[in-house]
């Protein structure tokens, strides 16, 4: 296969792991025989320091242009006024609603050698295998906003067609695994939530009536995601919900930087990420962890290529450096010796190149 991938780094440790991500790929298709072309364009912090906007006309067009593209992180310590006219933060919110990527996929599946690294017992990570899908062009991340000098509104909004497109997302995706699906709203308070419960019960009824679909509202789901994370396969939400949701999610694996995403629309075009942030405090170090980057690859060979078994290969390889004990100072235990990031990296190179 013939693919070009756009690939912005972004900030702080995302030159650093995004790196890694690339590496792997071309790994990849070395071994598979594929012909995988990358091409580097700034965004966010990097591209202000440049002079330019935080999402660049020249680079949203390379991501238009591309397969697939591979995203670092955003920001920087010395644009973090949250109140300033022009943030880094609004390149990766121009990326979401000029692709039209409404459908975020955060996988959490922790490994049995990093139990000890995640604050919950070990006897509640069995078993653990669950899907988020949040919804990421819609809600109050992108209502009216007004700010007076004592008061301020951000508007919640939503339409039942938005819902249905990513409800649709979830329970195709539900299908495909255990068929069950899990819609986590707040529909006791919110209007929006009420069309929400609403609308994904029409779907399901309509479209999908092979799923088993719960609703369960949003501070349960909180809970129950620390109490019996087990019990979960895939979980559907709106916007605000889904984000503070999935990074909980990630102190069942251990550590924000072992956790992948992948953006989608209606295409097989997909915007894939870690999701830990830039960490300025890190930066430049070599002690990232860029095992969320590197499966996040695997994503990007999933839903934007279609190639199964190649991400397969690297979500296998990430998983055995893992166990082998190739780990980075976020996951590695106190007291022992942690691998640098390249040295992680190289830990997945090196058993695709010969799995």
Not at 103 to 129: F, I, T, W, Y
Not at 172 to 178: G, K, Q, S, T
Not at 181 to 193: F, G, I, P, R, Y
Request: aromatic letters at 4%; hydrophobic letters at 45%.
């Amino acid at each position: 296969m013939k693919a070009r991938i756009a690939v912005l780094p972004g900030d702080g440790i995302g030159p650093e792991v995004t790196a890694e991500a690339v590496r792997a790929l071309r790994a990849v298709a070395a071994r598979f025989g594929h012909d995988f072309g990358f091409e580097e364009a700034p965004v966010g912090a990097a591209a202000m320091d440049a002079g330019q906007e935080p999402l660049p006309a020249a680079t949203l067009a390379l991501a238009r242009e591309c397969d697939a593209i591979l995203f670092g992180a955003i920001g920087a310590l010395k644009y973090a006024d949250p109140a300033a006219r022009i943030r880094p933060e609004q390149a990766i919110l121009g990326l979401r609603e000029a692709l039209g990527l409404y459908a975020n996929l955060r996988p959490v599946v922790p490994q049995p050698a990093l139990h000890v690294a995640s604050p919950l017992k070990e006897s509640l990570l069995g078993g653990v295998d669950l899907l988020i899908v949040r919804e990421l062009t819609g809600g109050i991340y992108f209502g009216r906003r007004t700010r007076e000098a004592d008061s301020a509104t951000d508007e919640c909004r939503y339409t039942a067609g938005e819902i249905e497109r990513i409800a649709r997302i979830a329970f195709r995706l539900a299908a495909a695994r255990r068929g069950r699906v899990t819609s986590v709203d707040k529909a006791n308070v919110l209007e929006t939530s009420r069309l929400w419960r609403e609308t994904v019960t029409r779907v399901v009824r309509e479209e999908f009536p092979a799923i088993t679909l719960e609703h369960q509202l949003v501070d349960s789901a909180a809970m129950l995601l620390l109490t019996r994370p087990a019990s979960f396969d895939v979980l559907v939400t709106e916007n605000l919900f889904g984000d503070i949701l999935s990074d909980e999610a990630a102190a069942l694996a251990g550590s924000l930087g072992l956790m992948p995403s992948a953006s989608l629309g209606d295409g097989r075009r997909g915007l894939y990420e870690p999701i830990h942030g830039s960490a300025p405090d890190i930066a430049g170090r070599g002690i990232a962890n860029p095992y969320g980057a590197i499966a996040s690859a695997a994503l990007l060979l999933r839903h934007s290529l279609g190639l199964e078994t190649e991400a397969a290969a690297v979500e296998r390889a990430v998983a055995e450096a893992i166990a082998a004990g190739v780990l980075t100072p976020d996951i590695a235990p106190r007291g022992t010796d942690a691998a640098p990031t390249q040295a992680a990296g190289d830990a997945v190179v090196d058993r695709l190149r010969v799995s």
